[in-house]
């Protein structure tokens, strides 16, 4: 079984500040690590991943995420932030298996202000 | 860009009432997922289907839901008896064969009255 674990549910940050929104996860097997991004009445876009290799991964819009395998930590990070960015993110892990489901953690809510 | 696509948008629908809820995933992917999203909770996985079968389903996935994929392209959502709690976001989602990230349709919101 896996779980994810996301550390704030709401981040309140002004604009042109870096953020980092945090991310941890169980499992007892390898996964694969996800952080989608939700804007009102909207999907979910994918904003990153990380599979394997390098621990650092970089996504769209600016944001980046650095995979700890003994902290078992995925933490989603903007170096500066856009009014554009408020949004729901959600963590999520993958199962490696064929099935390869997705287990979502609550979700944080980051409101940018001017 | 290919995407995921749901039909309606919104659905409302009276409580016991049967409701299907339609996606067409991404054309060469082969895995197919169902989740849902109650206001303001997070994301909850329902169902996976992978070579015209159910793969695995969650608790939630009860005798009142199913899945069918009865053509080529389509892959449907069906709610035999629609109960108050069903009200929710419906998110359909793809991916292909040796490929993990999933692709997410914009979603289906049911509403039961």
């Known amino acids: 079984a896996q779980s994810v674990t996301q550390l704030d549910s709401q981040v309140p940050v002004f604009e042109e500040a870096p953020v980092e929104l945090r991310c941890n996860y169980s499992s007892s097997v390898s996964v694969y690590l996800f952080w989608y991004v939700q804007y009102p009445n909207q999907g979910l876009q994918l904003l990153l991943k990380?599979?394997?290799?390098?621990?650092l991964v970089k996504g769209i819009n600016g944001f980046e995420a650095e995979f700890n395998k003994s902290q078992t930590s995925f933490h989603l990070r903007k170096p500066s932030v856009h009014i554009s960015d408020t949004a729901e993110y959600f963590c999520a892990v993958s199962d490696p298996t064929n099935a390869g489901k997705s287990t979502f953690g609550d979700g944080t809510t980051l409101t940018v202000k001017p | 860009e290919p995407e995921v696509t749901q039909t309606p948008s919104h659905q409302v629908t009276q409580m016991g009432q049967e409701v299907i809820l339609r996606c067409v995933p991404i054309s060469n992917h082969l895995y197919f997922y169902w989740y849902r999203q109650i206001l303001g909770q997070k994301v909850e996985f329902l169902v996976s289907f992978y070579n015209n079968e159910i793969s695995e389903k969650s608790e939630i996935f009860d005798d009142q839901f199913s899945v069918e994929r009865p053509d080529g392209s389509n892959f449907t959502l069906k709610i035999r008896s629609t109960k108050l709690e069903d009200s929710a976001m419906y998110f359909c989602?793809?991916?292909?064969?040796?490929?993990?990230?999933?692709?997410f349709g914009p979603g289906t919101r049911l509403t039961v009255t």
């Open positions: 989602a793809s991916r292909r064969q040796g490929f993990y990230e999933q692709y």
């Open positions: 990380y599979l394997s290799g390098s621990t």
